[in-house]
């Protein structure tokens, strides 16, 4: 069992910056795949970033490219998400996801992602 806590969300001007953490538990963490989800009021999950389990590789979705950065630290059982150049459309609840067995090309596919997290609040003024 892997239990994921977010933390770092808030309330940001646009073009500000903001990083999220999640905290995962469990001493398989650097064997998973981590995925950052978020969830826009009224709208449907989406996928933002993921990293492999050794960090080498990293996707994006095509609105974050350029402007948000995933990273881990598998000492730390810790995934980071930084935003930067925050626009007010990624105003969503941001959710952590872990998964184990996750190739590169399923990165985006939220069905694979067996843990999430509670979820952490980003909200960007204009």
């Known amino acids: 069992q892997v239990q994921l806590v977010e933390s770092g969300g808030g309330l940001v001007q646009a073009g500000g910056s903001l990083r999220l953490s999640c905290a995962t538990s469990?001493?398989?963490?650097?064997?998973?795949?981590m995925g950052w989800f978020r969830q826009a009021p009224g709208k449907e999950r989406e996928f933002v970033a993921a990293?492999?389990?050794?960090?080498?590789?990293?996707y994006y979705a095509d609105s974050v490219r350029g402007r948000f950065t995933v990273s881990r630290d598998n000492a730390k059982n810790t995934v980071y998400l930084q935003m930067n150049s925050l626009k007010p459309e990624d105003t969503a609840v941001y959710y952590c996801?872990?998964?184990?067995?996750?190739?590169?090309?399923?990165?985006?596919?939220?069905?694979?992602?067996?843990?999430w997290g509670q979820g952490t609040q980003v909200t960007v003024s204009s």
């Open positions: 469990g001493r398989t963490f650097s064997s998973y795949v």
């Open positions: 996801a872990a998964g184990h067995m996750i190739f590169y090309m399923d990165f985006a596919a939220e069905p694979r992602y067996n843990y």
């Open positions: 990293i492999s389990w050794s960090g080498d590789s990293t």
